[in-house]
């Protein structure tokens, strides 16, 4: 019998000998001793093994016995944390209440507030829990970014969802710097992707089909770890094909020899999480480009614009040769795309736009310099594939930015509550304190009702240092806010918004309510001059209702081509800043295209712009783009 766990010597080595040469043939999980493990005798080790309750005792343990009343509260904050992510609100809650998050180091915070979003999640269902606890990305602390995707992969396990839960633990690996850790890590995931092939999850079925290559790798050495064979060197046979199919794989670090008693001849890849190999990126092997968009299908409208926009820039480049190609992927996988792209020798992918895709395109082993037009949630992406967005974070930012060079400290924000609003609330925060600037308080509202008095009243109750209000919402939401605002004696106070307040379209009757406003928008929508207008006009005349009314999409997909021809004259590398007509664009350093923006302010109901984006201050900007950074 040829079991999964590296045999101990003695009787059980022998009676492993004598069933193998009996030709009894089935690969067994390893199975629990009939005593339960004793429990871990110190809070690391509970937390390698994923006991955050157990962790949480011994750290209160340590707490009341250290004299030192500084380690003591060290401890005690510990504790607290673990409690949040064992979920204990009770007692994360009664630990963290005696912690100040000003009087935090920056980790610290960071951590504060991860505990705070995890007790505010505990008693949602995963699905609403998932939706507000976004995934890290490039800028993370590791501490954070493995605890976030920790916690994402036991919401995703609540949910019987266990191919997502693995690919959680599989990008948490990314981030653990601890060796033990890591073995942990690695075991659950091997364990997870047992119970998912006695389900009929394996790497062919319908529900890998979106898995990246590193769980789908996982599933088939579980697929393997399951089945039977007639003896130890079919099995290893089996093994070797695996370890040459997905060379580098993390099961390599320990689980091959723990659980199959096999040496492997590698060892998985050692990255940097967040930082792109620019040196190592493919240059274009022609001129063609392609450009891969949901043609049809419920993205059909935004895509139409996207690709509008491309082709406008397109035909007003005097240097573009090729006409581009261009793929409906509403029925097409990555790998379907990938083969296209290169059965079609294209010099430049651009697409796909749909978040899934976007993820495992950034996985696949291509040589296509790929730009995908979505952010993935993982850090990692393989040298030559860059991610652009319109992602409200970066107009989140861009508040921040301008309100701190106005000289404003003190802040309050009302963000609808929500995914969308908790991304957008994480990004001006950070951006905010790391320009000196405090949040003096915040609330949330939800975008249905149509009265926002108990939010705004929550969050005006306690205003003392504030000198502005961040709103994020639809134009009908920041509209009645403003009034209400007003209404609730904060006639005075600065309110600032993102793009998201304005239609595009100027409406003085409709945004009256709005003056005073500032937000942050695309040279596109709100820049002034004769060339922008004249390109304008040219757009609506020649593409009409996408050029005129998906304003934002269009620009887009100019700045998509804009990005396409650098990489065909140049390439990208990190820190490179160009102008665009959705904003000055910077290469971050894992790939992804940061925007920055124009800003203007409402003035009798009209928007009147006050700045465009400055290249200096892309150039000099050391910030992230990640809503959990905090280095």
């Known amino acids: 019998m040829i079991v999964s766990r590296k045999p101990s010597l003695g009787v059980f080595a022998l009676f492993l000998f004598a069933l193998t040469l009996g030709g009894c043939a089935q690969q067994m999980r390893q199975t629990s001793p009939d005593a339960a493990p004793a429990p871990a005798s110190s ?16 750290y209160m343990q340590a707490s009341s016995r250290e004299s030192n009343p500084d380690r003591s509260r060290r401890l005690r904050f510990e504790a ?14 009664q630990i963290l209440d005696s912690f100040t998050p000003s009087s935090l180091q920056r980790l610290d915070r960071g951590r504060y507030e991860l505990a705070r979003r995890e007790i505010s999640i505990a008693s949602l269902p995963p699905s609403q829990a998932l939706d507000r606890l976004p995934p890290p990305s490039s800028g993370t602390a590791p501490e954070i970014a493995e605890r976030v995707w920790e916690k994402r992969a036991q919401l995703h396990f609540e949910q019987n969802n266990l191919i997502a839960g693995i690919g959680a633990l599989v990008q948490r690996g ?3 710097i601890d060796d033990q850790m890591l073995r942990g890590n690695d075991n659950t995931i091997y364990d997870k992707a047992l119970d998912a092939i006695s389900l009929g999850q394996g790497p062919q079925s319908p ?32 093994l070797r094909d695996w370890e040459q199919r997905f060379a580098q794989h993390p099961a390599t670090r320990a689980v091959l020899e723990d659980r199959f008693n096999y040496r492997p001849a590698t060892s998985p890849a050692q990255r940097e999480p967040g930082q792109q190999a620019f040196g190592e990126a493919p240059r274009p092997q022609n001129d063609s480009v392609a450009l891969a968009l949901p043609l049809t299908g419920k993205f059909e409208n935004a895509a139409k614009a996207i690709r509008d926009g491309f082709m406008f820039a397109y035909e007003n480049d005097d240097t573009a040769s090729s006409r581009p190609m261009i793929y409906d992927t509403n029925t097409m996988s990555a790998t379907d795309l990938q083969r296209r792209a290169e059965s079609d020798r294209v010099g430049v992918l651009v697409g796909p736009l749909d978040k899934p895709k976007v993820a495992e395109m950034s996985r696949l082993n291509s040589r296509i310099p790929t730009v995908g037009l979505n952010y993935s949630d993982s850090p990692d992406a393989r040298p030559g594939f860059y991610q652009f967005a319109l992602a409200p974070e970066d107009e989140a930012r861009e ?26 609330f994480d990004a001006f925060r950070e951006a905010f304190e790391q320009r000196g600037g405090q949040l003096v308080n915040y609330a949330t509202y939800e975008p249905s009702e149509p009265d926002h008095r108990d939010p705004i009243q929550a969050v005006l109750r306690n205003r003392s240092g504030a000198d502005f209000i961040f709103v994020a919402g639809q134009p009908d939401q920041a509209r009645l806010i403003r009034s209400q605002l007003r209404y609730y004696r904060a006639r005075n106070l600065p309110m600032f918004t993102t793009s998201h307040a304005y239609t595009g379209t100027v409406n003085a009757g409709d945004d009256i309510d709005l003056n005073g406003v500032g937000f942050a928008d695309m040279p596109w929508v709100i820049g002034q001059g004769n060339f922008l207008e004249t390109r ?36 990208l590398s990190g820190g490179d800043v160009f102008e665009g007509m959705s904003g000055v664009l910077k290469v971050n350093p894992d790939g992804t295209i940061r925007r920055y923006l124009a800003w203007a302010v409402f003035r009798n109901g009209e928007p009147q712009l006050v700045e465009m984006p400055s290249m200096s201050d892309a150039r000099n900007d050391t910030s992230s783009r990640d809503p959990w950074a905090t280095r």
Request: no cysteine; charged share 25%.
């Open 43 to 58: 809070p690391t080790q509970a937390i390698a093994a994923g006991d955050y309750a157990r962790a949480a005792e011994l």
């Open 399 to 424: 508040v921040a930015r301008h309100a701190a060079d106005e000289g404003h400290r003190g802040a309050l924000a009302l963000v609808p509550s929500g995914g969308w609003g908790s991304r957008v």
């Open 536 to 571: 304008r006009t040219e757009a609506e005349q020649r593409y009409g209702t996408t050029a005129k009314h998906y304003k934002r999409l269009f620009a887009m997909g100019m700045d998509a081509w804009r990005l396409t021809d650098r990489i065909a004259a140049q390439g």
């Open 80 to 93: 607290g944390l673990a409690a949040a992510q064992a979920g204990n609100v009770s007692m994360a809650q």
């Open 174 to 176: 990314v981030w653990l």
């Open 207 to 238: 529900a890998a089909r979106d898995a990246d290559q590193t769980t789908i790798g996982w599933l088939a050495l579980a697929d393997i770890g399951q089945r039977r064979w007639s003896s130890r060197n079919e099995r290893d046979r089996a």
